[in-house]
T-cell receptor, first 115, second 114 residues
């Protein structure tokens, strides 16, 4: 079945450093790859996503890259700030018309940014 | 605020009891998804409804059931509750007009079973 692996499970960085979280997926029919940020006890919030027709997308300090051949995608956060501390989940999904479009989530990365 | 609402925010009950969690999707969204998140765990997909019909099931126990009503709100029913059912329950909604499964999550219901 579908599977998404996410690494690392925890990541500690100093304020101002960059952070990179990596995910690999198994379903080659996946074409949508969102990233969610979840603060303690709160809802997962969609922070950025990438679709299979592009290789990279950037939004201010965050960027995502996608390598469809290798079936992996990554989240890059530059100039990290303490408020970036949270759990980050990657996910993958098939596109419309390909049957059941379930978001398959990775296991999460706990990011801690120290001042 | 994602536009997805869930009630109640907190629920404390005893083992063996039955509870109902409610979710209202964003205006115009036809799909509702339910997820369970146990302490320090990932998001486990339970079930999806699309325009009133069950579309897919994930790791949902037989003691759990859900439905989506004509006004598109959804309810998740949990019965014969066990201690291990204590968790955060999220619903998410999506419209998928773009063809992509963009899901927006509600604030969640924290269920505590004593």
């Amino acid at each position: 079945g579908e599977n998404v692996e996410q690494h690392p499970s925890t990541l500690s960085v100093q304020e101002g450093d960059s952070a990179v979280i990596k995910c690999t997926y198994s379903d080659s029919a996946s074409n949508y790859f969102p990233w969610y940020k979840q603060e303690l006890g709160k809802r997962p919030q969609l922070i950025i996503d990438i679709r299979s027709n592009v290789g990279e997308k950037k939004d201010q300090r965050i960027a995502v890259t996608l390598n469809k051949t290798a079936k992996h995608f990554s989240l890059h956060i530059t100039e990290t700030q303490p408020e970036d501390s949270a759990v980050y989940f990657c996910a993958a999904s098939r596109g419309l018309g390909t049957g059941f479009q379930k978001l398959v989530f990775g296991t999460g990365t706990r990011l801690l940014v120290s001042p | 605020d994602s536009g997805v609402t869930q009630t109640p925010k907190h629920l404390i009950t005893a083992t063996g009891q039955r509870v109902t969690l409610r979710c209202s999707p964003r205006s115009g969204d036809l799909s509702v998804y339910w997820y369970q998140q146990s302490l320090d765990q990932g998001l486990q997909f339970l079930i999806q409804y699309y325009n009133g019909e069950e579309r897919a099931k994930g790791n949902i126990l037989e003691r759990f059931s859900a439905q989506q009503f004509p006004d598109l709100h959804s309810e998740l029913n949990l019965s014969s509750l066990e201690l291990g059912d204590s968790a955060l329950y999220f619903c998410a909604s999506s419209i998928r007009t773009s063809g992509y499964n963009e899901q927006f999550f509600g604030p969640g219901t924290r269920l505590t079973v004593l």
